[in-house]
């Protein structure tokens, strides 16, 4: 799809309170946004992939919640099965009601089953991983990759991965992807956010943006590790699907500029249009 459809896609409310994210929780205005299922929401996100166990002084610290409120809560959900509680520490874990929805998530979307034989395909072919992924607030969220099977050297990531938006080709080609004003918007929670490397980011963005105008794909060459050179499509939702990317990855030795730009990054447009194709007809 051209930049001209992604304009005219319309965020829906879930992804604003998806890009609001805390700010909401003091919202008393809308009516219909339950600040309590919110909060407990909250505590969940709290935990990262190196977080084994929190206690609820860790969790008021990262949500800003009081301490009583917050024990309330991790008390519901552990109640819930979405939190379990070590009574020897006396910190809590991860439920497995947690990994249930994410679990269903996963195996639920269409576009996935689509694209894995596909991307296996390019990753063979580039030598390279070629990865699925979706935003989350301020970050990327990696959902899935298919690794070439010969390659020397990968780039693994496990689902659930948070990774910047800025610096990264997967990050960019969402914000290609965004309507302008939900872009705009995100671009100044990220300079508000990283005000010192605005500029630099801003200069990286741009670029993708041009480069999407006119190739159809972005690149990210050592910005987001010197070592890593990456290039970014989007493909804007289909049939009820979200806004996800598609890239592919490799160490800078592997995956040279020019062959982003005159193979690996049409390969991958092309990819992105075959799966669009074959989604919409679900």
């Not at 930049?3 to 992804?15: C, D």
């Not at 063979?124 to 992924?133: D, I, K, Q």
């Not at 689902?159 to 610096?167: D, E, F, K, W």
């Not at 105008?213 to 989007?234: E, Q």
Request: with cysteine; glycine share 8%.
């Amino acid at each position: 799809m051209s930049e001209n459809a992604a304009l005219n896609y319309k965020g829906s409310k879930a992804a604003l309170i998806a890009m609001d994210g805390l700010d909401l929780l003091e919202d008393n205005k809308d009516r219909q946004f339950v600040t309590a299922l919110a909060r407990g929401l909250e505590v969940l996100r709290c935990f990262k992939p190196r977080d084994r166990h929190l206690g609820n002084q860790d969790i008021a610290e990262r949500t800003g919640l009081p301490k009583p409120t917050v024990s309330r809560l991790t008390y519901t959900l552990t109640r819930m099965g979405y939190l379990y509680h070590d009574e020897k520490l006396g910190k809590y874990q991860l439920g497995t009601g947690v990994l249930s929805l994410g679990f269903s998530l996963l195996t639920n979307m269409d576009v996935l089953k689509i694209a894995r034989p596909l991307m296996q395909e390019l990753a063979n072919y580039s030598h390279t991983v070629v990865s699925v992924a979706t935003r989350d607030r301020l970050g990327m969220i990696y959902l899935d990759g298919r690794h070439s099977t010969d390659a020397t050297v990968s780039l693994r990531r496990e689902p659930g991965t948070r990774m910047p938006i800025a610096t990264t080709a997967m990050g960019r080609a969402m914000l290609c992807g965004l309507p302008v004003s939900e872009r705009e918007k995100l671009m100044e929670n990220i300079r508000q956010k990283d005000p010192a490397h605005w500029p630099k980011h801003k200069a990286g963005i741009e670029q993708a943006l041009r480069d999407y105008r006119d190739r159809g794909f972005c690149l990210s060459i050592g910005d987001w590790r010197s070592d890593v050179n990456a290039v970014g499509v989007p493909m804007l939702p289909i049939a009820g699907s979200r806004l996800l990317t598609f890239n592919c990855a490799a160490p800078s030795f592997v995956l040279r500029q020019h062959m982003l730009e005159d193979d690996i990054g049409p390969r991958l447009v092309n990819l992105v249009r075959t799966i669009e194709a074959e989604t919409s007809r679900y």
